[in-house]
């Protein structure tokens, strides 16, 4: 099979907009000639991430209970520590989701991307791009005792998936739609540094994975984002190498039981942008047809650092686009339209 993705960049799915028509404008704009498909920004409540996910799929369940509140003064949480602890209710073994928003929204953000494409505002040949937590990050506020929750609420999600999948491929022509897998807790999962999880950090990364990929039409465009988070800091935890991220690419490429068009593995701080033993284990990636996109545009440094990122891991890979480390819409920097045309300039003169 020929790789059906193959452009420069990733626009891995936060951007500084203030709303979905916005950030589909800025996004055509600045990056059409990049990228193979435009996300609606995840602007409003939804720049908090997987923090939607806590406050507007599992807080409202009626089988969760809240046992703590974020001590954040300001009610939102400012790091993975504040977030809100939720528990299942004295008795409860199963829950049940009827409806997920985040489909919601990625349906009525399809609505403005076909507009704005039908007035020649969006290229013809660009996707509608929608990311979707994969259930650990998710579900990460099942702190109160994880080993006992979180199958459970695992079970309800895995569920809730298979459904919203079909709904959302139902409302979004398949040929339309690119699906991005985000994964930053799973990673952090399996490098052992969160302490409210238990043993099975593998299990409960390649489970989903075997189970879930399959659902999507061969039609969709299907990618993978690994990065280790940006809740607050970028990023919230550094590996040693990209071992950890090559492992979970190569099952995944080898395990979705379909086609993975495209794999994303977040990169170093910009301190690290000459360690060769940091981008080593790219020798051991195994992409097949997927394109990969390493996450070396980093918000500080500019042309410079990306070039120095893109020639040390050249050493190991000889064939790849790059992408921001995460999404960019929660970075440092006052101006979003300005952000987005140095994030632009950055990778065009990097690549020229």
């Known amino acids: 099979m020929s790789p059906r993705v193959t452009s420069d960049l990733l626009l891995v799915g936060s951007v500084p907009a ?84 985040r489909i919601d929204d990625a349906i009525a953000g399809y609505q403005v991307f076909s507009a704005l494409r039908a007035d020649g505002v969006i290229p013809s040949q660009l996707r509608f791009q929608v990311g979707l937590p994969f259930p650990s990050s998710a579900l990460n506020g099942f702190k109160a005792d994880f080993a006992a929750d979180y199958p459970v609420a695992e079970r309800a999600f895995e569920d809730l998936v298979a459904r ?42 390649a489970g989903p994975v075997t189970r879930l990929t399959r659902l ?50 977040a990169g170093p701080r910009y301190l690290r942008s000459e360690d060769r033993s940091f981008f080593r284990p790219l020798v051991d990636l195994e992409p097949g047809d997927a394109r990969v996109f390493l996450g070396i545009v980093l918000p500080i440094d500019g042309v410079a650092g990306l070039r120095r990122r893109q020639a040390t891991a050249s050493r190991y890979l000889a064939d790849f686009g790059v992408a921001m480390y995460c999404g960019f819409g929660r970075q440092p920097g006052a101006d979003g339209t300005e952000t987005m045309r140095e994030h632009a300039h950055v990778v065009r003169t990097a690549r020229g």
């Open 18 to 101: 203030a709303s979905t028509a916005d950030a589909l404008r800025a996004g055509a704009a600045n990056f059409a000639d990049l990228v193979f498909a435009l996300p609606d920004g995840e602007t409003g409540p939804r720049r908090a991430w997987v923090g939607y996910e806590r406050e507007r799929l599992v807080r409202p369940n009626p089988g969760v209970v809240v046992v703590q509140e974020t001590e954040s003064p300001t009610g939102i949480p400012r790091h993975a520590y504040e977030t809100p602890v939720f528990g299942l209710g004295p008795g409860v073994t199963e829950l049940q989701w009827d409806s997920w928003p």
């Open 216 to 265: 999507i039409p061969e039609d969709v465009l299907v990618g993978y984002h690994l990065c280790y988070g940006t809740f607050p800091e970028w990023p919230m935890y550094e590996a040693r190498d990209m071992g950890l991220l090559v492992r979970m690419a190569n099952f995944a490429i080898a395990n979705s039981g379909r086609r993975v068009d495209w794999v994303h593995l």
């Open 164 to 205: 919203e999948l079909r709904r959302l491929t139902a409302s979004i022509p398949p040929a339309d739609l690119a699906l991005q897998w985000d994964l930053a807790y799973e990673t952090q999962d399996l490098e052992g540094v969160l302490a409210w999880t238990c043993e099975g950090a593998w299990e409960r990364f």
